[in-house]
C-alpha cells in the first residue's frame, strides 16, 4: 500500500534538473522582457562616416564605400519598405526605385548611429540614419513623406527621430500618397 505523503522532497538526480530548468526559464523570460537594443545600444555614443552609395540592394537597404574604402551594407532607420527579394510585395518596386532616384550610385551620404539603437542587426548590416551630402535630406523621412516607407520601430524601442517619422508617414496616409493608396 502506498503511503500518501506532503513532503516536497524531491530526489537528488532530480534536484539538479529541476535547478537548471528553473534558471533557463529565467534566462529566457529576461530576454524576451528586455529587447537587446535597450541594454547594449543605450549608452553608446554617436557614430559618424560618409560615404559614397555603391549598391541600392533595395528601398531601406544600400551598400556604401566608407571614406576609409570598405564597404559596409547599411540598413536605413527608421523606415520599411516592401520586399523585393523573394516575395516582391506590393509596391515594393517603386520604393526601390524611389531609392535609386533619391540617392544613386556615386551619391555622397552621410551615416550616423542612433545610440537608442544597435549599431547592426542579426544580418551584420550597420544600422544608420542616411542623409544625402549636397542637401541634407534625411532619406528615412523622405521615404515616408512620398509614401514609399512605413516607419520601423524595433521593439518597441523608439529611435531619436522616432516623432519626426511618424509625422511623415502620417501625412503619407492621410494624402494617400504612395502605398497608401496603391496597397
Avoid at 516592401?82 to 524611389?98: F, I, L
Avoid at 542637401?135 to 518597441?156: E, H, M, Q
Amino acid at each position: 500500500m502506498l503511503r500518501r505523503t506532503t513532503s516536497t522532497r524531491v530526489p537528488v538526480q532530480r534536484r539538479g534538473l529541476v535547478a537548471r530548468l528553473v534558471t533557463t526559464l529565467a534566462l529566457a523570460s529576461s530576454l524576451l522582457a528586455v529587447p537587446m537594443s535597450q541594454t547594449s545600444a543605450q549608452a553608446a555614443p554617436t557614430v559618424r562616416h560618409t560615404g559614397k552609395v555603391v549598391k541600392i540592394v533595395d528601398g531601406d537597404t544600400i551598400d556604401v564605400r566608407l571614406s576609409s574604402g570598405k564597404v559596409k551594407r547599411i540598413r536605413i532607420l527608421g523606415v520599411d519598405t516592401p520586399e523585393v527579394h523573394g516575395r516582391t510585395e506590393c509596391y515594393g518596386k517603386k520604393a526601390s526605385a524611389a531609392t535609386k532616384r533619391l540617392i544613386p550610385v556615386g551619391t555622397k551620404v552621410r551615416l550616423t548611429s542612433d545610440s537608442t539603437q544597435d549599431r547592426t542587426d542579426q544580418y551584420g548590416r550597420w544600422l544608420r540614419h542616411v542623409h544625402r551630402s549636397k542637401d541634407n535630406t534625411d532619406v528615412s523621412r523622405w521615404l515616408l513623406k512620398k509614401g514609399y516607407a512605413r516607419t520601423f520601430i524595433w521593439w518597441d524601442n523608439p529611435l531619436k527621430k522616432a516623432k519626426t517619422y511618424r509625422a511623415a508617414e502620417a501625412s503619407a496616409k492621410k494624402a494617400r500618397r504612395g502605398l497608401w493608396r496603391a496597397c
